[in-house]
């Protein structure tokens, strides 16, 4: 194989990574997220300062939370310079480990453009956390994976977390918004907390069903073939297919999306024009090392094989 077809492979690779499926749960987190911005805009301009509302994303790891919430937070960004209002902002940030009320505090202020000693105390590190918000007219802070303010700190972190999330949604000179994204233990959060969960409105991404999304899927292979200028071969159309890959995929629309470019990149290096049915069953193979007889593309009962045990340790 030529150095010069794994580079052009890497870059078609990387371009079609790029672009965002708009499924159908999008639209109404979208039009959520929307409407939470518009109303904070009206108070702000109206001088009102009543108390910020969220939104809380739950899914299963690979389900498409983050790429989601990516999207979200970029069209939101659109939308604010489109109306006028460039001088708002929205800040994203990961919950870091450990998720102690001080380190979250931290991680905000560094994304907020400020470094601070660690040698502070935590409610000094969330004042200057305050201050900044307003100074920089956030209205929206994302934390993505944050079943891990549940999980990794002690009850009494929890109880001091979710208080500090409640304090800025309810400031009383400028309230933020909290958005949410993670797995469903971070449920745990809002079930510990009614007066937070009060103020959040709660969406799930489901995943997918063999059954119920088969024919979807193939929609979604056909649509990343002509993307990707390869012809879909017979085998791949099939509604077999589709449900082999959402079996494979354990059953994640996120991960659907991971194999099928794994399968393109196969078909790529291989320098061939159609995409088939060995192409997903090795890139299965390269991704969890998996034998023929645990790889959903080559056997007949497929149905056996527990692909989320495969990817939960690769994910890990
Ligand atoms: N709507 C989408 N369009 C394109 N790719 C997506 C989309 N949703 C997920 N993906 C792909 O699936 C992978 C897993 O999705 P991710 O958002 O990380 O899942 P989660 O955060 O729920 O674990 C991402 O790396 C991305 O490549
Ligand atoms: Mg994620």
Redesign the pocket.
Known sequence: MTSNRIKQTAQKIALL?D?????DR?EPLENRFSLLIEKRLADCEAGRTSEAHGLALS?????????????LMMRGRQRLDRSGHQSFSNFSIRVPSPATLKFVGQTLLRALGYQISSERQAWYIWDLVRHHLKERKVLFVHL??AQDLASRGTRHELNSVASMLKTLMTDPEWPVGIIL???PELEDILNHDPQLARRMDTVH?ESLSPVAHGNDVLDLIENYCSKAKLEPGPDILELAHGERLIHGAAN???????LT?AAIEQAYLADVSRLTRSHFSQAYHLRTSCTDMFNPFVIPDFHRIDARQVFARE?R
């Open positions: 990574r672009h965002f499926i708009h499924h999008f899914g299963l790891s690979g389900t498409g939370k983050t790429s989601a919430m990516d999207q993505d994976e994204s993670g797995t991404f994640q629309f996120g991960l659907v999306i991971e470019l994910r």
